[in-house]
């Protein structure tokens, strides 16, 4: 029995492809030409990729996201003719959407527990109110990885580069962070 769409017709292939790759020849197209210099590509290109880049912008910096966003445009405008492999394009852009966003963050305003999202909306209310609280008692430099690997799902590759940090000393933040948080929480509940 084969799948149809609502309208009981066969799906298309619009309907079956992930919408990353259905814009993969595009991409594919556009980025030699961006790099080569031809600016209607290059307009293309930075169109395409605007709503994935002020969408991750935005879930790490609610309050500034459309600066986060502009500084990431500027970004990647400036370091498009250093992306060589077209299929890296989208983990590139997502990269340089976080980085600036954290670097926006940490220059207009600190992170704060509170513009975290709703990680417990039908759990326990007061569970929340705690992990803000542990989370506020932490060092800045701590509450950025833990809120970039928890909340943003970030692997230590990704959030070393967002954060414009050596892979170890993101790993090294990420172990004491959560020994931190850890300890706080029964700290908390004793």
Known sequence: MSSTSQSGAEPCDADVIPLRDRHAPQVNALLPR???GDCQAMDDLLRHVAPLVVRQCRRVTQRHGSDAAQEAMLAIYRGIHGLR????FYSWARAIAVREAVRTRRRLGEFAAE?????VQDANPLAAVH???VLDRLPNHHREVLTLRAVYGLDEQEMATALALPLGTV??????ARRNFHDAWHQQSA
């Open 85 to 88: 492999e077209p299929r890296a």
């Open 171 to 176: 790993r090294s933040r990420l172990y004491r």
């Open 131 to 133: 992990i803000s609280d």
């Open 115 to 119: 513009d975290l999202p709703d990680l």
């Open 34 to 36: 961006a790099q080569a």
